[in-house]
């Protein structure tokens, strides 16, 4: 599993957990899981600046 934080010091800190299966990003009971494929999805789109 990797984990990335995503904080800036003095504010929230979610973070991305990524294993063999799915993505989950979020912090504490406020969470979003992801297929590899959603996540693959998500991530050629914000590269693509369509979001």
């Given amino acids: 599993m ?3 934080k995503l904080c800036r010091e ?4 979610p ?4 294993t ?6 979020g912090e ?3 969470t979003c ?3 590899k494929v959603q ?3 998500l991530k050629e789109k914000v590269l693509t600046k369509e979001l």
Avoid at 10 to 13: L, Q, R, V, Y
């Fill in 28 to 30: 504490k009971d406020n």
């Fill in 39 to 41: 996540w693959e999805i």
């Fill in 10 to 13: 003095g504010s929230c800190c």
């Fill in 2 to 4: 990797r984990v990335v």
């Fill in 20 to 25: 063999d299966t799915e993505v989950e990003i």
């Fill in 33 to 35: 899981v992801l297929t």
């Fill in 15 to 18: 973070e991305v957990r990524i």
